[in-house]
C-alpha cells in the first residue's frame, strides 16, 4: 500500500520580516493499529508535548486585523469558511477539513502597518474552526519543511 498524503498551508516569515503562505505535504504516515483490536490504519505523530485545543466560532464578516499567530498552531475548520492573507498579498481561502499550520512569529511592520496576518470568515456564515496551539518554543517561527 502507499502512503496518504496530506496537505497544509504553512504560514512562515521570510528572512526580510515578511509573511508568506506555502503549500506543503505530509508524508511520513506509516500503517499502525490505535492499540486493542483496532485494526491498522494510516498514523503520522507531528508534535508530542504540551499544547492548548481552542474552538473558535467566528461571527459572519469578522475580520481579524494584522496580528501574527500567538504561537505555532494548526488550524482546521470545522464549518464555514475562513480566509488568511500574508504580507505578501496571497490570500488563501479554507473550509472545513484543510489545514494551516501558523508560524508568523517574529515578521516586522511594513510601511502600511501590515503584521504577520489578517484572517477572517467568507461568505455569510460563521466559521467555527479547532486551533491545537503547540508549546515547544523550537516551533516559533518555523520555516516550511519541518513537517514531513
Given at each position: ?31 499502525q ?25 467566528l461571527?459572519?464578516?469578522w475580520v481579524?486585523?494584522?496580528h ?17 492573507e ?16 501558523g508560524?508568523?512569529q ?6 502600511s ?26 516551533l ?9
Open positions: 500500500m502507499t502512503p496518504p498524503t496530506l496537505a497544509y498551508w504553512h504560514v512562515w516569515t521570510g528572512d526580510d520580516g515578511v509573511t508568506h503562505q506555502t503549500k506543503c505535504q505530509l508524508t511520513d504516515f506509516v500503517m493499529s490505535m492499540g486493542g483490536q483496532a485494526a491498522p490504519q494510516w498514523n503520522m505523530p507531528v508534535f508530542e508535548g504540551k499544547t492548548n485545543i481552542l474552538f473558535c466560532v461571527p459572519s464578516g481579524g486585523e494584522w501574527e499567530n500567538p504561537k505555532p498552531q494548526w488550524i482546521v475548520p470545522l464549518q464555514g469558511c475562513w480566509f488568511v500574508t504580507m505578501d498579498g496571497m490570500r488563501v481561502e479554507m473550509g472545513p477539513g484543510e489545514l494551516s499550520f508560524a508568523d517574529n515578521s516586522k511592520e511594513d510601511a502597518g501590515r503584521l504577520g496576518h489578517r484572517s477572517g470568515t467568507v461568505g455569510n456564515e460563521p466559521a467555527t474552526l479547532t486551533v491545537v496551539q503547540l508549546e515547544d518554543p523550537v516559533v517561527g518555523v520555516r516550511p519543511g519541518v513537517f514531513k
